[in-house]
């Protein structure tokens, strides 16, 4: 009887007040262990910010291994795209105008102008234009082509001419055809960001007036300047060119020259004229220290049609 009693009460829980004993085992050692607050050291690699930038780390490592491996795996090959030609990816007018030209081959002047003519897919009065690549480099001063030149026929533009002068100035300018003319209440349009005129011209006593607009008109090719012939004491011939048709060319950073030499309405003749001096202005351009070719190739086109080559006749 005694030693049963005592196996009952080795099974029977021991509790003292209120409290419950029990018997400890390793996993509960362990979640005891584990709820202990982690201790770490103020600075160094044992600092908490220094385990978590490199347990971040880890991660980052582990997510990259898994990115390049989802990208090594063999992904089924599908069609090929087909990318069109360029000239099947234009209108359909620009498609048949284009066919009236023969690829490769390099027009005369006069053949080249009757072509764009009838190449041109605009229902408007396209304008005519001139695209001259050189052979000079525009970074050197002296082959940094810049100049003006009056079209015989005009370009076909309607252009405003504003005067920036002295008032017995603006009123010689006014006779010659100026559609503006004015001294001091010319700046008050400018304050105001006023700008309906094509080309500004000023006295050069003027000039340090206009120095706090350059930001204004500079971008927009307004501000006058002594190259383009618009800075000058002669503003009624100034005038008088730039409604007849003067036009300024430059040569960019491509070392290519753009200019319109008028409009598809003009016909051939005109347009050959004012080509004509367009080349013989830019051959008189030709800078000395220039070695080799200097205009490399020359196309001619409307403002919406197919570019025509031209005969390089002009080295």
């Known amino acids: 009887m005694a030693k049963d009693e005592a196996k009952e009460l080795e099974k029977t829980e021991v509790v003292e007040g209120s409290t419950e004993v029990v018997e400890q085992t390793p996993e509960a050692d362990e979640v005891a262990e584990s ?69 490769g081959k390099t027009y005369n002047l006069k053949d080249a102008i009757d072509l764009a003519i009838k190449t041109s897919p605009a229902k408007f009065d396209a304008s005519v234009e001139v695209h001259a690549r050189l052979g000079v480099d525009p970074r050197q001063a002296d082959q940094n ?34 559609d503006i003319a004015e001294d001091e209440d010319f700046l008050k349009q400018l304050d105001r960001g006023t700008i309906d005129f094509d080309v500004l011209i000023a006295t050069p006593q003027y000039m340090p007036k206009l120095g706090k607009y350059a930001r204004l008109l500079g971008p927009k090719g307004l501000m006058p300047n002594p190259k383009a012939g618009t800075v000058t ?68 086109t409307t403002t919406m049609g197919p570019s025509i080559q031209i005969e390089n006749l002009y080295n």
Do not use: W
Request: hydrophobic share 35%; aromatic share 6%; glycine share 6%.
């Open 233 to 300: 004491m002669d503003v009624e011939k100034a005038v008088k060119e730039a409604k007849a048709g003067k036009v300024e060319y430059r040569v960019d950073k491509q070392s290519i020259v753009h200019i319109g030499v008028g409009k598809v309405s003009f016909g051939v003749d005109k347009l050959l004229e004012n080509t004509n001096a367009f080349f013989d202005s830019l051959k008189s351009q030709k800078p000395a220290s220039l070695k080799g070719s200097y205009v490399k190739s020359v196309y001619i």
């Open 35 to 103: 709820a202990e607050p982690e201790k770490f050291a103020k600075s160094g690699k044992k600092s908490k910010k220094h385990i978590e930038e490199v347990k971040a780390e880890e991660e980052r490592q582990a997510r990259k291994l898994e990115r390049k491996a989802s990208d090594a795996v063999v992904k089924p090959k599908g069609a090929t795209p087909v990318t069109r030609p360029r000239i099947e990816r234009r209108g359909k007018k620009y498609q048949a105008a284009a066919k009236l030209i023969e690829k």
């Open 145 to 178: 082509i810049r100049t003006t030149l009056v079209l015989p026929n005009g370009n076909g533009k309607t252009v405003r001419v504003a005067v920036f002068a002295p008032l017995d100035v603006c009123k010689i300018a006014k006779n010659a055809g100026a």
